[in-house]
């Protein structure tokens, strides 16, 4: 494949754009090679600019669970565009999609739109520490919850590739209020207790995507529950990545834990820009402008994003089927893929729940982020080169997880493992 379009259009970029891109991860820094621009995308492809066409294991990170142009979205933003891009005032369409969500969660009686997965966690921590009146916060190593100052500590994806877990400009007066815990280690949570009588919620992926592929043992959710109830904090399931996508009612459809709060992004957008944050009533009330805690945004529930948002919603609601599907697809790929490495001797560890899949290059289980380290970086570079040279498009990170989306077929995905299997052989 020729990726001679794509070297002129990020050479031009690097200009005017730190890094030619507006995300991190994007740049291809952590596998090497020019990263690709495209120019659309069609179903389960992506097509770049050099017209080079690939199976997309991204799906812009989540959000098309259908795919791209995916018509009954294509149709509802078309609509909602003519009768106006914002008007900074509310629309029934985020009441409707507020229903929605509410009453496929008991513990989400009131949610609240904003505009990204960040916005989202960055205001749920606001609230949990308004309704507690406490400050500090526990989060866990290798858990990405957006850019926002508190979080960005030890956090996963980007900041892991880039091998800089916390950033410059991240004042230390801030971030001592973000105690770090281990994943899966409820021993690590307790002492997090003891060193403070001081806080406000514990904050966890509950299937990890931001350090790989990494789901929680029920257990430990269970255990964070109950160490929450004991010390008057209030537990957080950021559901940016795993919410409508693990399963109908994201983590919360896979594991008994209930949270107080869940903030949800992506897959409620359809592919535009949204976030989201719900939880009990008591809780949300605290909000401005009811409540004391103080939160806003001019293009929050813009009309056009949730229009796209309940398009997508509707059509997830409707599909019993579809995270049945999903999962036996990202199952069968994952299996394909850990059996074609194993025939040439490269140790392959894979997990998928719902339409999440990932898989590190590493000798042992993953349960954690010092785990995920371990993982062999350069054999995930040269598998994500070589299978980009076959017209597969993965994650672009041995720290993120990939997705399978409704308009992948069977056949695709054993090209896939087809695929892979020619890539790990050349690989050894
Ligand atoms: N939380 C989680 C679990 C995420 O995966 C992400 C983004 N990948 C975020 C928060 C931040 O979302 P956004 O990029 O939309 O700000």
Known sequence: MQYTKSMKAYEKARNVIPGGVDSPVRAFKSVGGTPLFIKKGEGAYLVDVDGNRYVDFVQSWGPLIFGHTNKVIEKAVIKAVKKGL???????????????????????????FVSSGTEAVMSAIRLARGFTCKDDIIKFEGCYHGHSDSLLVQAGSGAVTFGSPSSPGVPADLTKHTLLAKYNDIKSVKKCFENSSNIACVIVEPIAGNMGFVPADASFLEELRSLCD???????????????????????????????????????????????????????DKLSPDGP????????????????????????????????????????????????????GIPLQVGAIGSMFGFFFNDNPVKNFDDALKSDTKRFAAFHQGMLQEGFYFACSQFETSFVCDAMDDEMIDECIEAAAKVFKEMV
């Open 86 to 112: 914002s008007f900074g005032a509310p629309t029934k369409a985020e009441t409707k999609l507020a229903e929605s969500i509410c009453s496929l969660f008991e513990n989400i009686d009131k949610i609240r």
């Open 230 to 284: 004991a010390h008057g904090a209030l537990l957080i399931f950021d559901e940016v990545m795993s919410g409508f996508r693990a399963s109908l009612k994201g983590a919360q459809g896979v594991y008994k834990t209930v949270p107080d709060l869940v903030t949800f992004g992506k897959v409620i957008g359809g592919g535009m820009p949204v976030g989201a944050f719900g939880g009990r009533e008591e809780i949300m």
């Open 293 to 344: 805690v103080y939160q806003a945004g001019t293009l929050s529930g813009n009309p056009v994003a949730m229009a796209a948002g309940l398009a997508s919603l509707e059509q997830i609601i409707e599909d019993e089927t579809l995270h049945v599907r999903l999962e036996a697809k990202a199952k069968r790929l994952i299996e394909g893929l850990k059996a074609e490495a194993q025939n040439v």
